[in-house]
């Protein structure tokens, strides 16, 4: 077990106990310790680049981002002071990007299930509500380390309804080693600069501005908050076109449908993303890819509560650029693509015998460098390049689910599976390993939110249907 508090990843007692999980055969003797320091040379068996999984390169990671990218003997000979860590049976892979997640609905999960559409009126707004400081800091926390354990190590946050200072959510994840994204709901029309402001130069903390749903404010305040959010570089996340209930709203009220009404304000632009937008017209779509807008396709979300599935394969044929998200259903990256390859198949691929529907690249793609730039983190991380930040897994690949191995990035998408997943590296810094901390207790943080988790869904006296 790690030591609690906040210990730094190189101190090798607190990561020795996990050692003997690696003594499965698979690993060799690959320990922690091969990814503590600031720089390492890492020769994995395959290494996932933007093109597809390449044999004999090396990675040099240094200070947090990958430096050098080559032909293991030249990147060997050039950095004779490194000891190279081999990851023998391994493939090394960027991180999966969750392009929409709700950290602060952690603990009422599996309160949504069965419930009809617009959950976010009966459970999540009460849900969130009832949290204080302490409590929307641990389900930062807790949903920070299962986006984790599922290969994320960029997350973000759509924006906390719950009564506190978004810091709570920050200190969670930060704790945690994990990426954010860190929206602050901005439907009145101030607080949007103070927040841009904020977390700047901060490693792990991107700030972002949301308006839950463009009902929620006026047309003045989203198209400002679009424009300051486009000056800062940042995000504008908002929930589109989700629920049929919203869209007919919407057309009541303003005469457009939620995304024309973006459109019509003039908030829609590169700096625009989009939650979900499973219900687009083809106008709509066109909308999307002329104004250079984002959207984050959440399969998971369409399963569980949805009245419709984006079409993916059709925004990516229509050049639409997009995200994948969770939307705090179930922080897993591997079964998200698989989800969204899916959803895909079984909405849009039967009708048109379209039996590839995207292939695996298109969803591992999509969950990677196309969520960071959905997120405005192009330049920042989904791929291992040189000059990106160190945003890595290292997954095992000598499973019999993945052999013989064909086309891996299908197998990944459609196989694969958390457990896999040996070490988990966000900023070049080491945050889990088989799945857990090496240098903080995710045990007690579990057994923390096991018995806070309850109280608080007490305390909002969630109105629910009982599914029979
Ligand atoms: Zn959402």
Redesign the pocket.
Same mark, same amino acid.
């Given at each position: 077990m790690g030591t609690s508090g906040t210990g730094a990843p190189g101190t090798a007692d607190a990561a020795a106990p996990h050692d003997a999980r690696t003594k499965n055969g698979t690993d060799n003797d690959l320990r922690p310790a091969h990814f503590h320091g600031t720089r390492q040379l890492l020769v994995p068996e395959l290494l996932l680049l933007p093109d597809g999984p390449v044999r004999g390169q090396a990675v040099l990671v240094d200070g947090g981002k990958f430096r050098a990218i080559g032909p293991a003997e030249q990147l060997i000979a050039a950095h004779r002071d490194l000891q190279p860590v081999r990851l023998d049976g391994h493939l090394l892979m960027p991180g999966f990007v969750d392009a %929409?997640h %709700?950290l602060t609905q952690s603990f009422g999960k599996a309160q949504s299930f069965g419930q009809p559409s617009e959950i976010?009126k009966t459970v999540w707004e009460p849900l969130e509500h009832a949290l204080d400081e302490e409590s929307a800091y641990l389900s930062a926390k807790l949903a920070a380390l299962e986006a984790l354990r599922g290969g994320f190590t960029t997350v973000a946050d759509?924006g906390t309804r719950a009564p506190v200072d978004v810091g709570a959510v920050a200190k969670g994840t930060e704790e945690a080693g994990i990426r954010c994204v860190l929206s602050k709901i901005v439907s009145t029309g101030t607080g949007g600069p103070a927040h841009l402001a904020r977390w700047e130069g901060h490693p792990l903390i991107h700030p972002s501005l949301a308006i839950a749903v463009p009902e929620d404010a006026p047309g003045e305040v989203i198209k400002k908050t679009a424009d300051m959010c486009a000056e800062a570089g940042a995000v504008l996340q908002i %929930?589109v076109n989700e629920h049929l209930a919203s869209v007919e709203r919407s057309l009541k009220s303003v005469g457009r449908r939620p995304l024309e009404h973006l459109h019509h304000v003039g908030a829609l632009g590169p700096h625009t993303l989009g !939650? %979900?937008a499973t219900l687009l017209t083809p106008s709509e779509m066109r909308l999307l890819a002329d104004s250079g807008a984002a959207i984050s396709y959440?399969p998971v !979300?369409s399963a569980w509560k949805g009245n419709g599935v984006a079409h993916a394969t059709m925004l990516a044929a229509m050049g639409v650029r997009f995200g994948m998200g969770t939307?705090?259903t179930r922080g897993d990256g591997f079964r998200l693509v698989d989800a969204g390859e899916t959803a895909q198949r079984l909405a849009y691929g039967m009708a048109s015998g379209d039996s590839v529907c995207g292939a695996g690249r298109t969803w591992l793609t999509h969950a990677t460098a196309s969520s960071a730039d959905a997120l405005g983190l192009g330049k920042v991380t989904g791929e291992i390049a040189a000059g990106k930040a160190a945003d890595f897994l290292v997954v095992n690949l000598d499973v019999p689910e993945l052999t013989p191995s064909y086309d891996l990035r299908w197998e990944l998408v459609r196989l694969a599976n958390r457990d896999q997943i040996a070490a988990v590296v966000v900023d070049g810094t080491l945050r889990l390993w088989h799945g857990w901390p090496p240098d903080w207790d995710g045990h007690a943080l579990v057994a923390r939110a096991a018995q806070l988790g309850p109280e608080v869904v007490r305390r909002a006296k969630l109105q629910r249907v009982e599914p029979v």
């Open positions: %929409h %709700h976010f759509a %929930h !939650a %979900h959440n !979300a939307d705090g």
